[in-house]
T-cell receptor, first 115, second 109 residues
Framework: ETGVTQTPRHLVMGMTNKKSLKCEQH?????MYWYKQSAKKPLELMFV???????ENNSVPSRFSPECPNSSHLFLHLHTLQPEDSALYLC??????????????FGEGSWLTVV | GQNIDQPTEMTATEGAIVQINCTYQ??????LFWYQQHAGEAPTFLSY??LDGLEEKGRFSSFLSRSKGYSYLLLKELQMKDSASYLC??????????WGAGTKLIIKP
């Protein structure tokens, strides 16, 4: 139990579907993140939120749409995805943004398969 | 560009010692992290180095040389449960984390 919970753990969706990934953190942190993890590639930062405000969008295609209603919850809305979007999507949180020793805590991820 | 290099895969024997290297080229440096990730699980924090030298934490130690852009994670008395991927990440001048692709460590009996 890392204090960051993601649902669903596994998701299979067609290219025309709309689905959402959910993340909740129980650590009282102010910053939340979405990462994409593909096999044998570095973690790719997708979005960053600090105090519910988006501070970073790393040129992510518009078929991925984040939502952060409060500091504890983060969603990733998915629509018209492509097969190459199949990956592990990791949610994470940290106490604050910045700061050299700012440790990030990850959820266990949502395995997404696009068919 | 910014770059983190670490070996893709390593194999070691139970009870032995293994060293996983990480070299980095980043715009600025605000510390280096090591994370452990078991298959199908979340990456979990292992260590953070910001000053040169060795930090020891039980069976795991992490070393940093800022002048060489180099770090290593040393695992002693290897156990089967240490089979996992080990991720190196550097915090750059903007406190953005730059990640390596990870090193898959296989422990054999």
């Amino acid at each position: 139990e890392t204090g960051v919970t993601q649902t669903p753990r596994h998701l299979v969706m067609g290219m025309t579907n709309k689905k959402s990934l959910k993340c909740e953190q129980h650590l009282g942190h102010n910053a939340m993140y979405w990462y994409k993890q593909s096999a044998k590639k570095p973690l790719e930062l997708m979005f960053v939120y600090n105090f519910k405000e988006q501070t970073e969008n790393n040129s992510v295609p518009s078929r991925f749409s984040p939502e952060c209603p409060n500091s504890s919850h983060l969603f990733l809305h998915l629509h018209t995805l492509q097969p190459e979007d199949s990956a592990l999507y990791l949610c994470a949180s940290s106490q604050d943004l910045g700061g050299g020793g700012n440790t990030i805590y990850f959820g266990e991820g949502s395995w997404l398969t696009v068919v | 560009g910014q770059n983190i290099d670490q070996p893709t895969e390593m194999t070691a024997t139970e009870g032995a010692i293994v060293q996983i290297n990480c070299t980095y080229q980043t715009s600025g440096f605000n510390g280096l992290f090591w994370y452990q990730q078991h298959a199908g699980e979340a990456p979990t924090f292992l260590s953070y180095n910001v000053l040169d030298g060795l930090e020891e934490k039980g069976r795991f130690s992490s070393f940093l040389s800022r002048s060489k852009g180099y770090s290593y994670l040393l695992l002693k008395e290897l156990q089967m449960k240490d089979s996992a991927s080990y991720l190196c990440a550097v915090s750059d001048s903007n406190y953005q984390l730059i990640w390596g692709a990870g090193t898959k460590l296989i422990i054999k009996p």
